[in-house]
């Protein structure tokens, strides 16, 4: 088994906050998304895509996409659980997980991809959009600082996937000046405990 | 039980099929986008986030997000499974979904909501990335054309939740002039496949 990591890049980062939270050491061979090195075809015949990570099992399998790879651990060592316990606590989980991809994750990757001198002549950049997509980000920051109000993490009372995603998320919206802001509190409350968790240095 | 559903939109679509599949009926309270509905504070109670479709269940718990609903019924009713079988095959589903997710229905939806005068005044459109996104879209149909070649549906032999995820992108594309290419003969197989299987017409 092998996972492919880049230590530059959000995605990378939750399944390897994931893997610290579950006690799971795997072989990781870093690969140079700089040199776009996961553009070209060696990399590109284990994910077509060209994005990182991707698990490589030992029959010869590969698993790209962060949450997949974090359902493939799930499954193969359930303790402790990250992404639910039962029917309606696995749905509640999922639902959060991907309001904290797609309303928070996407738009902070959003501004950066549209905006940073990283991605200039990687992809058309649009910055009009990635405008849209700071002021988006920010909004869901003020939201997720009310939903905390009531509950010690995301997804309820225990720490979950939910968390990693929105950890990940807010860390990565700093260099696109996408902040936890003074009167967030409850925001900044949860990021103290997220971050201060060992998982949070992986 | 009570399904939150639009008849219009192609998320809730993806809910409903999958319940097909499944063989599973559900009470269902149709709500008015065209007139917003969705935005306004008796939704939102349900869904602070406005997004169709929500599932309520019997002790009051609202689950938002179609995917989370589909693994509340999932769980609750394994068979026939639609989002895989062991560890390794949830994986690669959960990566397959992901992928037409992320870099199908997304972009498609993304152009709809960036070029589509549903849209105007509702959200701040940037015109220029809905043709970002209607490029993407097209050029993830001609990827999944190639990878169709060798199977019969997105995530291998078995049609799963990535099989529904990308029909209601397809579908839904057609109104953005996101189409099946007449060369995309694998591509085209899939889709009348699924098509004519009785869920689509959920």
């Not at 996407?106 to 990635?130: C, D, L, M, S, W």
């Not at 009167?183 to 405990?193: S, T």
Request: glycine letters at 6%; charged letters at 25%; hydrophobic letters at 40%.
């Amino acid at each position: 088994m092998k996972l492919y990591d880049s230590a530059m890049a959000p995605n990378p980062r939750r399944v390897r906050i994931f893997l610290a939270e579950k006690g799971i050491t795997v072989p990781v061979e870093q690969v140079d998304i700089g040199k776009a090195v996961n553009r070209q075809p060696p990399f590109l015949a284990k994910n077509p895509l060209g994005g990182l990570p991707v698990l490589e099992l030992d029959d010869g399998t590969f698993i790209a996409e962060s949450v997949a790879i974090c359902r493939y651990f799930e499954e193969t060592q359930p303790k402790p659980p990250l992404m639910g316990t039962d029917a309606k606590d696995r749905a509640l989980v999922e639902m959060w997980q991907r309001r904290m991809e797609l309303e928070l994750f996407r738009n902070v990757t959003g501004t950066f991809q549209n905006t940073h001198a990283f991605f200039k002549g990687r992809i058309p950049q649009v910055p009009e959009y990635g405008e849209v997509c700071r002021d988006a980000a920010r909004k869901r920051l003020a939201w997720l600082d009310g939903e905390l109000a009531g509950r010690a993490f995301v997804a309820g009372e225990r720490y979950t996937i939910a968390d990693i995603t929105a950890l990940c998320a807010i860390d990565f919206g700093r260099v696109s000046d996408i902040r936890i802001a003074p009167e967030q509190k409850n925001l900044q409350r949860w990021y103290d405990a997220v971050s201060s968790r060992p998982s949070a240095k992986a």
